[in-house]
C-alpha cells in the first residue's frame, strides 16, 4: 500500500488551537462570551433587509403581505429558537421590538402598549402569535420531542425522579439541578424540569397533535407560570 505523506505545513499542533471572539456553527454566530449579541445583530440586519425589500411593494393585498412575512421574514426569528432560553431579557426585548415592527410595517397591525391577550386577538386571524407566546410555544414543543423523540437523550436520560417510588415516565416530579448564576438557571437541564413540574406534568407524553391544541388552550396560563421560573 503506497504511503501519502501530509506536508508539515498543514499539521496542526495540538497546542496551536486557535482563539476566535465568535464563530458560526449551522447558522447560528455564537460569541466567546455566550450572550449572543452578534447573533441578535445579525438576525436583525438580515430581517431589516427583508423587510424594507417587501415594505416597497405596498400596493400588495394584505393577504399577500402576510404571506410574505411568513415565507421571508418570521423564519428568521424561528430558526435556532431554542437558543433563546440562554438570551439576556434584553436582547429578547430587541427581538421583540423588531418583530412587532415588522408586523406594523407590512399588516399596519400595532402590538405597541398592548396586553399579551390583546396582541393575541389582534393577530388571530392572520393565524400569528405574540413573540413571546410564539418563543414559548415553539420551546414547549422543543420540550415535547425531548421526551417524545429520542431527541438529545441525554437531557431526558439526566432527568432524576424528586419522588421514589415512581417510573420515569409516570414520575410527578423532578430534581431541579442547583444553578449558581441566571445564566446557570436558564441551561436546559435546567429548565427541562421546571416545564415538567410546573407546567406539562402528564400531558407532556401526549400525541403531538392533542399536545399542540392543550397547549393553545392554555398558551396564555402556561406562559405565566413560564416566565415566573
Keep these: 500500500m503506497k504511503r501519502v505523506s501530509i506536508p508539515k505545513s498543514i499539521l496542526l499542533d ?3 488551537v486557535e482563539v476566535v471572539n465568535e464563530f458560526k456553527l449551522l447558522g447560528c454566530t455564537i460569541d466567546n462570551s455566550f450572550l449572543f ?17 417587501i415594505s416597497k411593494i405596498f400596493y400588495l393585498s394584505f393577504d399577500v ?42 399588516l399596519k397591525i400595532n402590538l405597541k402598549d398592548k396586553s399579551l391577550p390583546d396582541q393575541l386577538l389582534l393577530l388571530k386571524n392572520s393565524n400569528l ?9 415553539r420551546q414547549s414543543l422543543f420540550v415535547h420531542k425531548i421526551m417524545n423523540e429520542n431527541f438529545l437523550p441525554e437531557f431526558k436520560l439526566g432527568l432524576q425522579v424528586a419522588v421514589k417510588g415512581y417510573s420515569l415516565r409516570n414520575a410527578e416530579e423532578y430534581v431541579i439541578p442547583g444553578a449558581r448564576t441566571i445564566a446557570g438557571s436558564r441551561r436546559l437541564s435546567n429548565i427541562l424540569p421546571k416545564f415538567l413540574n410546573q407546567i406539562f406534568k402528564g400531558s407532556i407524553y401526549l400525541k403531538l397533535c392533542d399536545f399542540k391544541n392543550f397547549l393553545l388552550l392554555n398558551l396564555i396560563t402556561f406562559f405565566n407560570i413560564y416566565i415566573n421560573f
Design 37 to 53: 449579541n452578534s447573533h441578535v445583530k445579525l438576525l436583525k440586519a438580515n430581517v431589516n433587509k427583508r423587510l424594507f425589500a
Design 129 to 137: 402569535m405574540p413573540f413571546r407566546l410564539r418563543i414559548f410555544f
Design 14 to 16: 495540538q497546542n496551536e
Design 65 to 106: 403581505k402576510l404571506q410574505f412575512f411568513k415565507s421571508f421574514i418570521l423564519p428568521y426569528f424561528d430558526y435556532c429558537s431554542s437558543i433563546y432560553l440562554y438570551f439576556p431579557k434584553y436582547l429578547l426585548m430587541e427581538l421583540e421590538r423588531l418583530y412587532n415592527f415588522c408586523i406594523f410595517m407590512l
